[in-house]
């Protein structure tokens, strides 16, 4: 079964392409990231230059998200994607001539992020509503489990291929940057689908709708807003470098160790999830996921051991990757085609501001209450989350199959 399943999956061939054309992508965005980084870094030498690198790709992927939802519905969601990939090859061809040209300037970087947060905007409800396009139903979830595996791959491979092709010089980054960005728009362009625009007139009206349909969608709202408020309270990432070196006395080292665990947890279970989807009992096990991500928070803030605390981290991205794997599969069946695009972008707003706020109130509540006291009281929280949103949406936590079977006649 587990050879069959996988077998089938590597028989859609146009899900092929555009999975290879996601882990290109993504490396090349992870890669051009360590590498604009450092070299503001070295530019400006100032962390709070680092921080507006974050910032300026931030807000303009918030501010364009539903616009794009709408574009996504409305055309070739392949070719959106591949548009966005060839702008990300264009930035570091710009930042290749402009490094060898002598004019790599904190402005430039600055309006490189802008631009790059503009194409993440686009990128993200393209991509998401497009795969349920190109795999049969039953194969959704695998396909779904295996779109998350190829982004953990990237995730762990391409920091660290870029630091280590950045000793050679950011040009060398920019370059396999470029030429995989390009790699990726090219695969994209080959990807052929039924292409079924959305009737809804370009208005406001349609841009909101998909707000509308989330928040009417209990099952959708419950899943969506769990992610939001679980990786909101629960995040320890930004507090990372005070518990390698004051209390893990770990060092860079160790502090490479620690941010590669979850991604290393959250590979696996994608792919045991690619072989072995989730069959029944799927609200209980998504909330169940996330409580066990609340308590292995709670284990990370208190360890003062090396081993533990990796092996914590490890499960958060674990536990993580169920409620990922499980919510983008309930998306895209509750969202009929024409919707997809704009319910990815309400999707990809909450995901983004989880992230982001998420690093500010880990740091805000260790200001308060110290590193160790804001995991822990995050780890509790996202305990309390779990709790509450069993009770509070139970269509969400009463949820059997991730495919509902036909009502009988």
Same mark, same amino acid.
């Given at each position: ?266 590979? #696996? #279970? ?24 609340? #308590? ?28 990922? #794997? ?84």
């Amino acid at each position: 079964m587990l050879n069959n399943r996988l077998s089938d999956l590597f028989a859609q061939r146009q899900f092929v392409r555009f999975w290879l054309a996601r882990l290109a992508g993504t490396v090349a965005s992870q890669m051009l990231m360590v590498a604009v980084a450092w070299q503001m870094y070295d530019i400006t030498s100032s962390a709070w230059d680092l921080g507006l690198v974050g910032l300026f790709q931030f807000v303009p992927a918030l501010l364009m998200a539903l616009p794009a939802g709408h574009v996504a519905d409305r055309l070739h969601r392949a070719r959106i994607f591949a548009f966005c990939m060839a702008i990300q090859g264009g930035v570091a061809l710009l930042l290749v001539g402009a490094t060898q040209g002598g004019f790599a300037t904190r402005g430039l970087i600055l309006a490189v992020a802008v631009a790059l947060g503009v194409a993440r905007a686009f990128q993200m409800p393209a991509q998401q509503a497009l795969t349920p396009q190109l795999v049969p139903q039953a194969l959704l979830p695998g396909a779904v489990a295996l779109s998350s595996s190829g982004v953990q791959i990237a995730v762990i491979c391409g920091p660290a291929l870029g630091g280590v092709l950045y000793v050679a010089g950011p040009t060398t980054v920019y370059v396999c940057g470029a030429l995989l960005s390009l790699i990726s728009c090219a695969l994209t362009l080959s990807v052929r689908y039924l292409h079924r625009p959305s009737g809804l007139a370009p208005t406001w009206r349609s841009v909101f709708v998909g707000v509308s349909f989330v928040w009417h969608r209990k099952v959708l709202l419950g899943a969506i807003s769990l992610d939001l408020f679980a990786v909101l309270l629960g995040g320890a990432v930004a507090l990372l470098p005070i518990y390698a070196r004051d209390i893990l006395d770990a060092g860079p080292v160790g502090l490479g160790l620690l941010r590669s665990a979850p991604a290393v947890g959250a590979l #696996v #279970v994608s792919l045991t999830l690619t072989h072995w989807p989730l069959q029944r009992r799927v609200g209980h096990r998504l909330l169940g996921a996330v409580a066990l991500f609340g #308590v292995a928070t709670v284990v990370f803030g208190l360890s003062t051991h090396f081993g533990l605390s990796l092996l914590a981290l490890t499960i958060t991205g674990a536990a993580d990757s169920v409620s990922v #794997v499980t919510r983008q599969t309930l998306m895209q069946l509750e969202t009929p085609d024409e919707m997809r695009g704009r319910v990815a972008a309400v999707n990809s707003i909450f995901i983004g501001a989880s992230n982001q706020l998420g690093e500010f109130e880990s740091g805000a509540t260790a200001a308060l209450f110290g590193p160790v006291g804001s995991v822990v009281l995050g780890g509790l929280g996202t305990l309390l989350i779990a709790a509450t949103w069993l009770r509070a949406f139970p269509a969400l936590a009463q949820r059997d199959r991730m495919i509902q079977p036909a009502p009988a006649a």
